[in-house]
């Protein structure tokens, strides 16, 4: 096993998925607990129109990524809280037109587009030392946010209108969640791919959820199960010789799946003790 | 009409509403230091809407709100808020003590925490339950966490949001009791739907629908609740002790009620 060490790509696959792991269990977290994640799944799918026109334009895909998820992640706070649209329609509007931007461009670009299947799917084994760079900063970013404003974050989270009554300014920091989420679901997008991207940013804190009803105990659970998930991932991936984007996520639903049958007895020992009580 | 204690709240002509819908219409209202009034009135009448109102949450269309603290007018009044229990997200992963310190983030992050929510979790019967998920508590164990963040920050109005939803009664006489003590320390305006529960406990009533009626000197009978067009039965019990009304002396007639009267 040690010796896939040698190999450069396997190195960077590691590193990808501890630092990507830090922003998803952070993220993931919040998400997960305010019950927005199909608004990234939004995000993520609109992230797809980026990507069509930065290969149109013979730009770098993820950044092109970075910018049409910043975009929709900013645009569905404001035009929800203004516009009369229901938020979840929305949400379905600008997943399906990032799409349709992609695949437009996509199809207008001459010649095959080689890597799109990437974007789609994601690698691990085929992140640059560019990305990992860029996985570090915002990791570190998402890190410092949350230890730096983790009560307000919490509280935020937890009761928005009670956060207002108490005159606590909310939309800075809801935006600035937003667009930290944005950016977690591009890094994720080399990792797991667009169409999987949910799954690292929903499966571990899920997870973590079953066990710890608690946000802060339920964050350095989900880096660790969302740790599992990619590191289990990338050696099903290795031994079998399937898409690492297909297994991290076999992986983080089996983790799922143990941790629910693991916390059965206990669940309805609380149950009865609710009853009690 | 004798009032308790300095005037701390004051509404002025408030129109408001949603989008274009106006719910609040020509609201005047005034709420001094000890005052404990029961806000009934409809569903959709616009009791919510009263309420957030007075914690600003609600841009007005016209009209003003006032707060006063030792009778000087102030922009930063500290309110309590207590929401109905249904509105708040049960199964969020938060324990406890993080829902009660909640209640100081206006603080800022350096929340001095230990002591004061400590105490305010002693005195609600809540110090055992510090580190439970809000999730496993009973209806009336989250309902004094939600009273117990509310008034946390010590604040001089609280506002309350039909807190005996989902309560039972044995529990709901014991929150009264609290409610009553911590009158003594602030006013407290409080939405209910079941009037015959609250009749007994608050010391005047005012009705919301569409705008609001307050009677003053706090006795309540159907008479007065039918002048206000107040669609609200009064159910009262012999043990209740409830005082009537003799005369309707200072209260205006809206045109309204005389067309009501025609």
């Known amino acids: 096993m040690l010796e896939l060490f040698q190999y450069r790509y396997f190195v960077h696959g590691v590193i990808a998925a501890v630092l ?92 095959y587009a080689a890597n799109l299947m990437t974007f789609l799917f994601g690698d691990i084994l085929t992140v640059s030392t560019l990305d990992l760079w860029l996985m570090a900063g915002l990791a570190l970013i998402v890190s410092v946010v949350f230890l730096w404003r983790f009560h307000r974050i919490l509280y935020l989270a937890f009761d928005p209108e009670f956060a207002r009554t108490q005159k606590v300014p909310i939309a800075g920091i809801r935006s600035l969640l937003m667009v930290l989420t944005a950016l977690t679901v591009v890094v994720n997008i080399r990792v797991v791919g667009i169409v999987l991207v ?9 997870a973590a959820n079953l066990v710890a009803k608690d946000f802060r105990r339920m964050i350095p659970l989900s880096i660790f199960f969302s740790l599992a998930s990619t590191l289990g991932g990338l050696m099903a991936s290795h031994l079998l010789n399937v898409p690492s984007g297909a297994t991290i996520v076999f992986s983080a639903l089996l983790i799922f799946v143990i941790v629910r049958i693991a916390t059965i007895p206990r669940r309805i020992q609380s149950d009865s003790t609710y009853f009690n009580s | 009409m004798s009032r308790d204690g300095a005037l701390v709240l004051e509404l002025n002509g408030v129109d408001t509403g949603y989008d274009r819908r106006q719910v609040l219409q020509d609201v005047n209202f005034r709420v001094y230091a000890h005052d404990f009034i029961g806000i009934v009135g409809p569903n959709g009448s616009g009791k919510t809407t009263l309420l957030k109102v007075i914690l600003g949450l ?70 055992s339950l510090e580190r439970r998920p809000l999730g496993e508590l009973s209806g009336g164990q989250r309902q004094r966490v939600f009273l117990a963040r509310a008034i946390v920050s010590s604040p001089a109005l609280l506002l309350l949001d039909e807190p005996d939803t989902y309560v039972d009664r044995d529990f709901s006489r014991d929150f009264y009791e609290i409610l009553t003590e911590l009158n003594r320390d602030m006013a407290i305006l409080m939405v209910s739907h079941d009037l015959g529960t609250i009749a007994s406990q608050v010391k005047s009533i005012a009705c919301v629908n569409g705008t609001l009626y307050h009677h003053e000197s706090g006795e309540i009978t159907q008479e007065l609740l039918d002048s206000y067009r107040c669609p609200i039965d009064l159910i009262t019990h012999g043990r209740v002790p409830h005082r009537v ?3 309707h002396r200072g209260v205006p007639q809206t045109g309204r009620e005389r067309e009501h009267d025609a």
């Open chain 2, 245 to 247: 009304l003799r005369s």
């Open chain 2, 58 to 127: 609600l841009p007005l269309w016209r009209g003003e709100v006032r707060y006063f603290q030792a009778e000087k007018e102030v922009t930063r009044f500290p309110m309590g808020y207590m929401p109905q229990l249904s509105r708040v997200d049960a199964d969020f992963p938060i324990v406890v003590r993080d829902v009660v310190r909640s209640g100081l983030m206006s603080l800022g992050k350096r929340l001095p925490a230990g002591e004061q929510v400590r105490r305010v979790m002693e005195r609600m019967d809540i110090a």
């Open chain 1, 198 to 206: 949910l799954a690292l940013m929903t499966v571990p804190p899920a």
């Open chain 1, 20 to 111: 990507v792991s830090i922003s998803c269990g952070f993220v993931g977290t919040y998400i997960v607990s305010r019950r927005i994640v199909f608004i990234t799944g939004g995000i993520s799918h609109a992230a797809f129109g980026g990507v069509g026109i930065a290969y149109f334009f013979g730009l770098n895909p993820l950044a092109g990524a970075a910018f049409f998820a910043v975009a929709a992640a900013v645009s569905l706070e404001s035009i929800a809280a203004h516009a009369r649209v229901r938020e979840d329609s929305l949400i379905g509007m600008l997943w399906s037109f990032g799409m349709a931007i992609g695949v437009l461009f996509v199809f207008l670009t001459p010649g």
